[in-house]
């Protein structure tokens, strides 16, 4: 039962970072498009209108990059929280745990075999 327990709640967080993931990378990379169609129109303009833009492009890039940092975190918090799941994992299931690399060693033994 309570392996059933945290296997729901591995797969629940695991799809909760699926999904922040997704969204992290198409935020990120909006706001790269945004930036770099601004600096693009400010590079055929010239005087204060030029600035402005490339401002504006210079600070969208720079809140692109400070959300890839802050999701870089969170993607480092959560792969320390599922290593120490598969530690747990590990630890109270040792048997289990060496005959599942014993049989995908045996699997994929067989395959490179076939190959050659």
Do not use: C
Request: charged share 25%; net charge neutral.
């Amino acid at each position: 039962m309570l392996d059933t327990t945290r296997n729901i709640k591995s797969q629940a967080h695991a799809q909760s970072f699926d999904s922040n993931l997704s969204d992290a990378q198409s935020d990120v990379k909006a706001l790269v498009r945004d930036a770099q169609s601004m600096l693009t129109a400010a590079a055929s303009l010239t005087g204060v209108k030029a600035d402005e833009l490339r401002e504006r492009g210079m600070e969208m890039l720079d809140r692109a990059l400070g959300r890839a940092g802050h999701y870089q975190g969170q993607a480092m918090e959560k792969g320390r929280e599922l290593a120490h799941e598969a530690d747990v994992y590990v630890k109270d299931n040792p048997w289990r745990t060496v005959a599942v690399a014993a049989g995908v060693g045996v699997l994929l033994g067989a395959l490179l075999s076939r190959k050659q």
